[in-house]
């Protein structure tokens, strides 16, 4: 699949909102309602730029930053036959989409398929098994990958590969900064076994191969409850903002509600994000006593926000809820205090927990600095209205502007550096430890904050330094994005 995605990768750095299904339609009463760019009256487009003739209107029409892009003004072609020949001369859709977008934008990106990415937002991916990181140790040029943790019922863990394990070759050929991409992002492939002690990459002689097979992810991958010290401190490790599994999510949370939880630790560290309103759910959770109160604002393109503000402002307010998506009752905690584990992993929705809920109880952030997405994108379909009915049948592309960005309540976003953490650890190779066990490193820390223990210093750690390249996903479309379902019913 050929993908135009602003993220720079090697650095590593949504549910329909409830503002977004008000059913605002052009009347007479409403002049000023955003109109679709594809007029009824407008000359057929030419098959040859009909790709290029949908990125153009698409961007132009919702785009976060059209005002970045000259091209994009409304004004900026002279006639619809200067329109065309610039169209005509870009060489391809993903040059046209790369030329529209700006230059700071990391996020916004243009996919050939639009099969693949439903399927992505719906959890289901091709995996061997293992989430894993790329890493180069400092000052050197050796490069490997290590295991975060291995999915249940794959071959990884037939295999018995496990959390912590390293390769440093695939398929025989040792990894490099030039070569990691193309090895790990084969259908299936074969790894060298070896694991890290004392800052060293210690090789053994086992080879593994692993099987590339349609799998569904369930996000919710750890959802406990600890009894340490008289507390009840429940654990969840969640994985990414998934629209199907919202029910897991409320599932995991009613189990803590039945258990009594005071405590809670939410675990994002590999968690690139996802669904806005799977996120307002999640909040909701963690705490209830503020049902109806604002949990996020939306700033859109000036033409949206101009109409939202003047005939609808509510639609720009995403508010703490009673329900999940499909109606049921949210399973809340009514929590004042909450403990977040992130990573440099962490982005977009995860972020976003974290903004919307430093407003109203205290967050405690442990790990990392976050990867810096505050903005959230939408699914355009090559269709009159840009949504999925009606979609061109000539061709399977879909793009997946930014088309605002997150607010909290006291007006604080742009965070580009990331979301800095209370207590900063980088996990360690020598010590990763079972997810979800009282010893892990992470847990341990925000374990001992709650009972009022004192925790270990990082400058204390004697650890291998590594600049992290990659991780799984990067080199798929839906990587650390926030999203919503559909586009507002005010372009429709």
Known sequence: MNFKSKMIILLFSFGMLASCEKEDTPTEENPNLPENIIDENEEPVDEAIEVESFIYNGLN????????????????????????????????????????TADFDRFSFLTDDYNELEERFEGM????????????????NFVFGFIRYVLPGTSAEE??????????????????????????????FSINVAYVQDNQIVVTDQVVTLTDETYTENPVFIAKTLDIGGRKIGYLMYNSFTASFDDDLNA?????????????????????????????D???????????EVFMKEQWNDKYQTYYEAQNPEALLNRFDGNVRNGAAINS????????????????????????????ITVNQIGD?????????????????????????????????????SINVDGNSDYINGLQPDVAYVEDLNNLGVLGDPSEPLLEIAINSILG??????????????????????NKADFQKMYIDRIPAAIQ
Request: proline fraction near 2%.
């Open 61 to 100: 029409e919702i785009y976060l930053y059209k005002d970045d892009v000259p091209e994009l003004a409304d004004n900026y072609f002279s006639s619809s036959s200067e329109k065309t020949d610039f169209l005509v001369d870009a060489s391809s859709p993903e040059s046209l989409f790369d030329d529209l």
């Open 125 to 140: 991916s091709g995996a061997t098994g293992i989430d894993y990181g790329i890493g180069q140790i400092s000052n050197s």
């Open 159 to 188: 295999a018995g590969l496990m959390r912590g394990t390293v390769f440093t070759e695939i398929d025989g050929q040792q990894l490099t900064s030039s070569n990691f991409m193309e090895l790990i992002s084969q259908n299936s």
């Open 252 to 280: 995991a949370f009613a189990e803590f509600q039945s258990n009594a939880v005071t405590d809670l630790v939410v675990d994002l560290r590999y968690n690139g994000g996802g669904s806005v309103e799977s996120a307002v």
């Open 282 to 292: 999640l909040a909701s959770m963690i705490t209830g006593q503020f049902e109806g």
């Open 333 to 360: 905690l009514n929590l004042t205090e909450v403990y977040v584990l992130t990573s440099r992993s962490s982005a977009s929705a995860s972020e976003l927990i974290i903004n919307g809920l430093d407003p109203y």
């Open 369 to 405: 600095r976050t990867v810096g997405k505050f903005q959230a994108s939408v699914t355009l379909y090559d269709s009159d209205d840009f949504s999925r009915e009606g979609a061109s049948e000539n061709h399977t592309y879909a793009m997946q502007p930014l088309v605002f960005k």
């Open 453 to 474: 223990r004192s925790s270990i210093s990082k400058s204390r750690v004697n650890r291998m330094e590594i600049e992290l390249l990659g991780e799984s996903g990067m």
